[in-house]
């Protein structure tokens, strides 16, 4: 009988970002009984930060795991599961208790919407990974075949973040508030969210930031507008987040139209994902 074998580092991050997310849903469904307005927007707040300690765990993963030399099928299983939990479910489930906080979605028939749209977000992720477990070994290095899931998660909990920041005593996110309120945000999130959960299935190229950003050799100014952003983020985290999700998910919709006006498209087809794959390794 042959001995089954993990690799306990790398697991245990993957199951840190499934716990994470586990822990988000936990804390939107709690919000949703809580009568107090400080301690449901605390839950709310605290559900939104897990998922992006989810993402940070995901992140890390992968390169644990290529530096153990522990990748294997069970790894990768793992780690899409808990993607599906912390990047498909931990947001819709936040967006609908979110809602519940808004007069437009809080009764009848436009929380049941509301639940609908995000319910569809929740769906389109998981088809989303599924479709990348597939076709995974062809996937091209610089670009993804539709948004990420990370990246759209952390479009959907950055605004939830903002939302609830602008609603706190913060003097500079109070500035940015529309007619003294934040719950603009809060209105148009649920629609938001299915787009963003369009964006997902498409074959639409996105840039992969982390090989882009992150790896190989960089110029020094690289470094100095790294380090700058960080201190912009310690000093405005929900501002910061929010900004650099939206601009990432715009940006790959601008460059595409773009692209098909100048009979270039940069959708990754099903066919020629190979061809694609090739020329991003040359």
Known sequence: ?????????????????????????????????LMAKGEREGALYLAAMLVCFAMVADLLDGKIARMTGGDSAFGAEIDSLSDV????????????????THDFWRDGHMHRAAWILAGAYAAFAAMRLARY??????????????????AAAGAIVSLALLHLGLKSQDPFLRSLTVAGHADWIVAVLPV???????LMVTRMGYSHLGRKVLSGQKPFPHLVVLLLIAVIAFIQLETTLAAGFTLYVIAGVVFELVALASGRSHVIADDDATAVASDASE
Do not use: W
């Not at 697991?11 to 709690?30: P, R």
């Not at 939990?85 to 519940?100: C, D, H, I, T, W």
């Not at 597939?134 to 539709?146: I, L, M, N, S, Y």
């Open 133 to 150: 477990n597939v076709d995974k070994e062809t996937q091209p290095g610089e670009r993804f075949a539709g948004l990420p899931s990370p």
């Open 85 to 100: 939990v912390s990047f498909g479910v931990a947001p819709a489930v936040l967006v609908v208790a979110l809602a519940k």
């Open 1 to 33: 009988m042959k001995h089954f074998r993990v690799q306990v580092v790398p697991t245990a991050v993957s199951l840190a970002n499934f716990l994470c997310g586990f822990a988000s849903i936990t804390y939107s469904v709690k919000a949703c009984s």
């Open 192 to 198: 938001y969210t299915l787009l963003v959960g369009v």
